[in-house]
């Protein structure tokens, strides 16, 4: 990036232009709708078996209402995730020098944004496109029936909580062992109190 830019922008202390990262923030609602939309799914998949469960806490619970909490947090995750990626690709193009390591799976800070990069490339295209595919189950292939998801759809859907994890170590090795953008960590380096930011 332009260093004439840089200086314009008037980094703090994370190497942003404001106090907090927005990607981490982000990233943890994207995972939360994420992982929600699917749980959500399983109880419904699964409503004829806990609907016992429910009765006896007497929660009143139909299938349909989980349903409907799993398609839209599925919804929510993919529009969300499209918020996740840009702030990610904007703040790792702010990042200064990196320490000369290797992170635990043996990644410099390049490679290993290079890696998160493009991760999170495919988790937006595999999140989209579990919405859609999400949204063709309920308004068109399977509108008709009480079991709005298909088997398989909630097993993708595990094999993105897999990929999720990986994709999230990398992204706090980022933070943890090279401290791209790890506001209190750089604080504290510079002996500042990396409270007064709740201040």
């Known amino acids: 990036m332009n260093p004439d830019l840089i200086n314009q922008l008037q980094l703090g202390a994370n190497g942003l232009p404001y106090k907090i990262p927005m990607h981490p923030n982000l990233v943890h609602l994207t995972l939360g709708l994420f992982i929600i939309g699917i749980a959500f799914d399983i109880v419904g998949v699964l409503f004829p078996f ?93 509108n008709d029936t009480s079991r709005q998801v298909q088997w398989r759809y909630l097993l993708v859907g595990l094999i993105i909580f897999f990929v999720m994890y990986l994709h999230g170590t990398l992204g706090a090795q980022l933070a943890a062992e090279f401290g791209v953008h790890n506001t209190a960590g750089n604080l504290l380096r510079m002996g500042q109190d990396p409270n007064v930011l709740l201040k």
């Open 50 to 142: 806990d609907k016992v469960v429910f009765k006896y806490l007497a929660i009143p619970a139909t299938r349909a209402n989980f349903f409907d909490v799993g398609w839209y947090n599925m919804l929510g995750a993919a529009i969300v995730t499209f918020f996740t990626v840009a702030f990610g690709f904007y703040e790792i193009m702010l990042v200064g020098s990196t320490p000369e390591v290797k992170s635990a799976w043996g990644l410099g800070a390049m490679e290993t944004m290079l890696w998160h990069g493009v991760g999170g490339v495919i988790l937006l295209a595999a999140i989209v496109g579990m919405a859609i595919w999400r949204g063709f189950q309920r308004f068109v292939w399977r």
